[in-house]
C-alpha cells in the first residue's frame, strides 16, 4: 500500500530543472503535482504573468486567460455575447488588419485558436519559442487596440450562426440547453455559453454594446498571461512588461445574480426517437474552492463511484448490460454549477431502473464510510492521472489555465491535489449529504417519448 | 546487438530494428527521467481485412480484445488492478492498421506487464462481453452516427459512396448487416488469422529497461503465426463527372457538405510534400489563412470554416491537429465546408430574403470548386508558396508535442516506408520548390470529376437538388445587414460564381437510414 501513497513527488520529471541564476526564478517545491515551479509576477496595472519552464526544446505554449464568460453576460438579450466577443478579437486593429493578424500567425506556424466557457475566454497558442516577442507583440496589440468595423461585427456575427448551426444537430447541445435553463432560475449559468438562438440572431445589432463590453472586461485586471516551454522566466516578465505594461486598468465589475436553493426535483427532456435514450442527474455543486474539503471530498466520490473500477459500472456496464457507459464527476466554476451523473442506457424501459441503482450507491456512500484502501488506491489514480497527462507544453498550459480562470491563481492546482491527499471517509459521507440532496436534482433525459418521466 | 538490423535515426533516442529472431519490427523512443511508459504494438490488418458479409469484424475483434478480460484476469479484476496507476489502454482500428496503445508509469511496470501481454495473447472472448461489444457498435451504426453530427455523417456517407466496390468502401465501424451478422467464432477465427506473429510491430517510449522490451518482443512470438495475405487495394475510380448524394434528415439546421475524389499519391512519395504545400494554402485545417476560410466564412460570413485535405483526416470536428494510427495507401482530396444556411431559416429570419428557393450549399460549392480552378489557372503565389513553406516546417512540428504522439508518428512512418517522417517531410519541404508545387497542383487537383454528400434537412433536399442538376444560378442571398457593407469586389466575385459551370452529372436524394447497411 506504502506504494500508493509515497514516491510521488517528483513523480515526472523528464530532465532535471536546471540552476539558472535568474533572480527571479522559483525552485520546484516538494509534493507539488506539478513537477515545475510556477514563477509569477504581477504587473502595476494589475495584469498577471506566469511562467513553467519546461524541457521541450523549441517549443512554447502562449496562453492568455480572460476571467469573462457567460457567466458575466447579466443583461436581457446578451447571452452568448462572451463568445461572440471572442471571434471579433480576431477582427484586426489600426495596426495589423484581421488579413495581416492572420498572415502574422501563419509566420509564427503555432497552432492557436480560442474558446469561451461560463467563466473564462481564454486563447492559446503553441508554436516555435523563438517567436516568443513576436507572440507577445501581436497578442498585445489586439488586446490593448482592438478595433473592428460595424460590417465586420454583422459578418462575424453570421459565423457565429454557424457554429450554433453545427453545434445543434447534436441532441446532446439540444438537452444541455435546457437542463441549465431549468436548473437556475436566477443565476447566469441558467444559459449556455453559445447563448439562446434568438440572441444569437439577433447579435448583428449589438455592436456598440460589443464596444461596452470589450471595455469592461478586456483589462489587465481580469487577465493572466501564461507561458509554459522552451523559455527564461526573465525574458517573459521582460516582454510582458515591454508590450502589456501599458495597458490601462480598468474599474467594472460584474453583478452576478445569486441562485436561490433549489427546493424541488426538475426535469429537462428532449423527445427523440431514433437516438439512444440517456440520462442525467444534476445535482447542485459546490463552487471551485481548493480549501473547502467538500470540492476535494466529491472529487474523490466521482472516481469511486463512477470509474470503471466502481460497483456501479461494473453492475450496470459489464454484467447486467443495462447501459452503454456510466459518468460521474462535477464542473469546476466559480459559482455553484452542476454535479451530473450521466448514462446512456440500452433499453429505454430501464431507465427508471437505472436510476434506482445510482440512487441506492449515493446512499451508500452518504451512510457507509468509504474503505480505507479503495481511499488511497484513489488518491493514487488522481495523482497518476494528472501526471500521466502533463507531458507537454499545451497540457501543462492547459491544466494551469483551468485553475487560473478558477481562482486567478495557477498554485490552486498544486494545491487541489494537496487538498485530495486529506479527504477522509468522514469528508466524503459529509459531502455527499450536503450535496446529493433529491430537492437540489434536476433529471434531463432523451427518449422517445413526449415526457422524460423519471422520478 | 549483432543479430539485430539496426537503424540509428538522427533525431537522438530513435531505434527502428528488426529482431532477427523474431522478425518483429521494433521502434524505440528513449526518454530518460520519464516515468511514463508507452507501448504501441500494431497489427497490418484493418478493416480492409474484414471479409464479405462480415464487414466491421477487424474493429469489432479489437474492440473486445481491449474491453474483455484474460486467461488470468476478468475484465473487472483488471479494472481494479490498474485502478491506483491509472494506467489506460485502448485500441484504434483503421481501413489498414489496428493499433493498440498502452500507458502506463514505469513504477507499475511489472504489475502491469500482465495485463498487457493477457489482453493481447490470451484474451477470453467472452460471449457476454462480446454482445456488449457488438450491440455498442450497432447503436453506433444505426442510431448515433446518423444523429449526432450531420458533419461526421457526411464525412463517412463520402467514403461510402467514393470508394464504392473496394474493401475501402465500408466504414471502419462495419456496415448494420455486416455487424448482425458476425458471431463470437467468426471473431475468434478472425483473431487467430489476422493478429499474428507475421503482421506484428512493436513500438515502445519512456525509460523502460531492455529486458521489458525483450520480454515483450519474445512474447509476442507466441501469437498465431498464421500467414496474413492481405487483400488487393484497387485504385479507386474516378468518379465520372459530378455526382451528387443528398441526405435528408428531418429538423437539420444547416447543409453540412463534404466532396471528393481520389488522388494517388500518399506520404511515401516525395511529391506529396509539394501538395500538402498547395493544400495547406487552401484549406489548412482550422486554419482562418487558409484560401476558402477567407473566402466563405471571413468575407461572406457563410459558415464556421471550410477546410481540404490529401489525406483521412481522424475525428476533425475535435482535433486541432492530426493524430497518428491512420496510415492509408489510397487518399482523396476532399473539401469540407461546414453546415451553411437553409432556404428555411433565412427566409424565416429575413424578410428580404422572402423569395429563395434555396440557402447557401450551391453557392459554396461553386465557390469553393471555382477557387480550386483559379489555384489550378493561376498557380501559387510566389510570396505565398514561401510563407506556407515556412508555417509548415514550424506547424509539423507540433503534431509530436508528447512521446506519445511521436511514437505514434514513427510507426505510421514504416508504413509509408520512410523513417521519421516528421523529420524527413521538414527536408521536403525545405527543398520545395514552386515549380514543383505548381506541377503538383496540376498534376492532383481538379473540379470535373469527384463526389458530394450533403446532409440537410427536408425541406431543402429537393430544391437544392433541382438546382444543382439544372445548374440554375444561385445568387448569394445575404441578409441587408451583411450585404450594406459589402466591397463592391465581393459582390462582383459573387456574380461570377453564382453561374460558375459545374460539371454534374448526376444528383440524388437518399433519406438518412440508407447509408451503412450493407
Redesign the interface.
Known amino acids: 500500500m506504502t506504494k500508493y501513497i509515497y514516491g510521488i513527488v517528483l513523480l515526472f520529471i523528464m530532465v532535471g530543472c536546471s540552476n539558472s541564476e535568474e533572480p527571479s526564478k522559483q525552485k520546484a517545491v516538494e509534493g507539488n503535482i506539478l513537477p515545475y515551479p510556477i514563477n509569477q509576477k504581477k504587473l502595476d496595472n494589475g495584469l498577471n504573468i506566469a511562467v513553467v519552464e519546461y524541457p521541450s526544446p523549441g517549443l512554447a505554449a502562449f496562453q492568455i486567460i480572460v476571467r469573462v464568460g457567460a457567466r458575466d453576460e447579466v443583461e436581457k438579450g446578451k447571452t452568448g455575447f462572451a463568445h461572440f466577443f471572442e471571434h471579433m478579437m480576431f477582427r484586426g486593429t489600426d495596426n495589423y488588419s484581421s488579413e495581416e493578424y492572420s498572415a502574422t500567425m501563419k509566420s509564427i506556424g503555432a497552432a492557436a485558436n480560442a474558446n469561451t466557457w461560463l467563466d473564462r475566454t481564454v486563447y492559446h497558442m503553441t508554436g516555435n519559442s523563438k517567436m516568443l516577442g513576436k507572440m507577445f507583440e501581436i497578442e498585445s496589440d489586439r488586446f490593448m487596440n482592438l478595433n473592428y468595423s460595424i460590417h465586420d461585427f454583422k459578418t462575424e456575427a453570421g459565423a457565429v450562426k454557424g457554429e450554433y448551426t453545427k453545434n445543434h444537430a447534436s441532441p446532446y447541445a439540444m438537452l444541455g440547453e435546457k437542463t441549465v435553463e431549468v436548473a437556475f432560475t436566477q443565476h447566469t449559468y441558467g444559459h449556455t455559453t453559445m447563448g439562446y438562438w434568438d440572441d444569437v440572431v439577433d447579435m448583428p445589432n449589438q455592436y456598440e454594446y460589443s464596444l461596452e463590453f470589450f471595455d469592461r472586461f478586456y483589462r489587465p485586471e481580469y487577465t493572466t498571461i501564461l507561458v509554459v516551454g522552451d523559455v527564461k522566466v526573465d525574458e517573459v516578465y521582460q516582454l510582458a512588461q515591454k508590450y502589456f505594461g501599458n495597458w490601462k486598468k480598468g474599474d467594472f465589475k460584474s453583478d452576478i445574480p445569486i441562485e436561490p436553493v433549489q427546493t424541488e426535483m426538475r426535469y429537462a427532456h428532449v423527445e427523440m426517437a431514433g437516438f439512444p435514450p440517456y440520462m442525467e442527474l444534476n445535482y447542485k455543486s459546490p463552487a471551485f474552492d481548493e480549501s473547502d474539503m467538500d470540492v476535494a471530498a466529491l472529487d474523490i466520490i466521482s472516481t469511486i463511484l463512477f470509474s470503471e473500477r466502481s460497483d456501479l459500472y461494473k453492475k450496470l456496464v459489464i454484467d447486467e448490460q443495462k447501459v452503454r457507459f456510466l459518468s460521474g464527476g462535477f464542473f469546476f466554476t466559480r459559482d455553484p454549477y452542476l454535479y451530473q451523473i450521466s448514462t446512456s442506457v440500452v433499453k429505454e424501459e430501464d431507465m427508471q431502473y437505472v436510476k434506482e441503482e445510482i440512487d441506492k450507491a449515493l446512499e451508500l456512500i452518504k451512510t457507509q464510510p468509504v474503505d480505507e484502501v479503495l481511499l488511497s488506491q484513489t488518491k493514487s489514480n488522481l495523482k497518476y492521472s494528472a501526471a500521466m497527462n502533463m507531458d507537454s507544453p499545451s497540457s501543462i498550459a492547459g491544466s494551469l489555465t483551468f485553475y487560473i480562470w478558477l481562482t486567478g491563481n495557477p498554485e490552486s492546482l498544486n494545491n487541489i491535489y494537496k487538498s485530495y491527499d486529506k479527504v477522509t471517509p468522514e469528508d466524503i459521507i459529509r459531502a455527499a449529504k450536503k450535496y446529493f440532496v433529491a430537492d437540489h436534482l434536476t433529471i434531463s433525459t432523451i427518449s422517445s417519448k413526449k415526457e422524460g418521466g423519471i422520478k | 546487438m549483432k543479430t539485430f538490423k539496426i537503424i540509428i535515426l538522427l533525431l537522438a533516442g530513435i531505434l527502428v530494428y528488426t529482431s532477427a529472431f523474431s522478425q518483429i519490427k521494433t521502434i524505440e523512443l528513449k526518454?530518460?527521467?520519464?516515468?511514463?511508459i508507452v507501448v504501441k504494438v500494431r497489427f497490418n490488418n484493418g478493416s480492409v481485412v474484414d471479409p464479405k458479409g462480415l464487414e466491421g469484424i477487424t474493429n469489432l475483434t479489437a474492440s473486445l480484445m481491449m474491453e474483455g478480460g484474460t486467461a488470468d484476469y476478468t475484465?473487472?479484476q483488471i479494472?481494479?488492478m490498474i485502478?491506483?496507476?491509472?494506467a489506460?489502454y485502448y485500441s484504434s482500428t483503421d481501413k489498414e492498421v489496428t493499433t493498440f496503445t498502452f500507458?502506463f508509469?514505469k513504477?507499475y511496470m511489472d504489475e502491469f506487464y500482465p495485463v498487457l501481454k493477457g489482453l493481447l495473447l490470451t484474451p477470453t472472448f467472452s460471449e457476454?462481453?462480446f454482445?456488449?461489444v457488438k450491440?455498442?457498435t450497432l447503436?453506433y451504426l444505426t442510431?448515433?452516427i446518423?444523429?449526432?453530427?450531420?458533419?461526421e455523417f457526411s464525412k463517412k456517407a463520402l467514403e461510402e459512396m467514393l470508394f464504392a466496390g473496394t474493401p475501402y468502401q465500408h466504414m471502419v465501424a462495419g456496415t448494420e448487416n455486416g455487424i448482425e451478422s458476425i458471431t463470437l467464432d467468426d471473431v475468434k477465427a478472425h483473431y487467430k488469422n489476422y493478429f499474428t506473429n507475421n503482421n506484428v510491430s512493436i513500438g515502445i517510449s519512456g525509460d523502460y529497461p531492455e529486458s521489458f522490451l525483450s520480454t515483450l518482443i519474445n512474447d509476442l512470438k507466441e501469437l498465431s503465426d498464421k500467414k496474413v495475405v492481405l487483400p488487393e487495394l484497387p485504385d479507386p475510380k474516378m468518379p465520372d463527372g459530378i455526382n451528387v448524394r443528398i441526405i435528408e434528415k428531418e429538423e437539420?439546421?444547416?447543409s453540412?457538405i463534404f466532396t471528393g475524389y481520389p488522388i494517388n499519391i500518399n506520404r511515401s512519395d516525395d511529391e506529396f510534400a509539394a501538395l500538402m504545400i498547395a493544400n495547406s494554402w487552401m484549406g489548412e485545417h482550422?486554419?482562418?489563412?487558409s484560401r476558402l476560410y477567407?473566402k466563405i466564412?471571413?468575407?461572406?460570413?457563410?459558415?464556421?470554416g471550410d477546410y481540404t485535405y490529401i489525406e483521412w483526416y481522424e475525428q476533425g470536428g475535435g482535433n486541432?491537429?492530426p493524430l497518428s494510427g491512420v496510415p492509408r495507401n489510397n487518399n482523396y482530396f476532399a473539401i469540407w465546408i461546414?453546415?451553411?444556411?437553409i432556404g428555411i431559416q433565412l427566409k424565416e429570419?429575413y424578410p428580404e430574403l422572402g423569395h429563395i428557393d434555396i440557402g447557401h450549399a450551391h453557392f459554396a460549392i461553386r465557390m469553393a470548386l471555382r477557387e480550386i480552378d483559379l489555384l489550378k489557372e493561376n498557380g501559387m503565389d510566389p510570396d505565398e508558396f514561401e510563407?506556407?513553406k515556412?508555417?509548415?516546417?514550424?506547424?509539423i512540428?507540433?503534431y509530436i508535442?508528447?512521446?506519445?504522439k511521436e511514437l505514434g508518428f514513427l510507426m505510421d512512418s514504416q508504413f509509408y516506408g520512410r523513417q521519421n517522417y516528421i523529420a524527413e517531410l521538414d527536408a521536403l519541404l525545405e527543398n520545395t520548390t514552386l515549380e514543383q508545387v505548381n506541377a503538383a497542383i496540376r498534376k492532383y487537383m481538379q473540379t470535373e470529376n469527384m463526389d458530394i454528400v450533403i446532409v440537410t434537412d427536408d425541406s431543402e433536399a429537393k430544391p437544392l437538388a433541382k438546382s444543382l442538376s439544372k445548374n440554375t444560378v444561385s445568387p448569394m442571398s445575404y441578409?441587408n445587414?451583411?450585404k450594406?457593407?459589402?466591397d463592391a469586389e465581393v459582390l462582383a466575385e459573387d456574380k461570377n460564381v453564382e453561374a460558375y459551370p459545374l460539371n454534374i452529372k448526376n444528383v440524388e436524394i437518399i433519406s438518412s437510414d440508407a447509408p451503412f447497411v450493407k
Request: charge should be positive; aromatic fraction near 8%.
Open positions: 526518454k530518460e527521467g520519464s516515468n511514463k475484465k473487472s479494472n481494479d485502478y491506483p496507476m491509472a489506460y500507458a508509469p513504477d457476454p462481453d454482445n456488449r450491440s455498442n447503436n442510431q448515433v446518423r444523429a449526432s453530427s450531420d458533419e437539420a439546421l444547416g453540412a482550422r486554419k482562418s489563412y477567407q466564412r471571413e468575407t461572406r460570413s457563410m459558415n464556421y486541432q491537429l461546414r453546415p451553411v444556411q429570419q510563407k506556407t515556412q508555417f509548415l516546417r514550424s506547424y512540428k507540433l508535442q508528447t512521446p506519445e441578409s445587414q451583411v450594406d457593407g459589402l
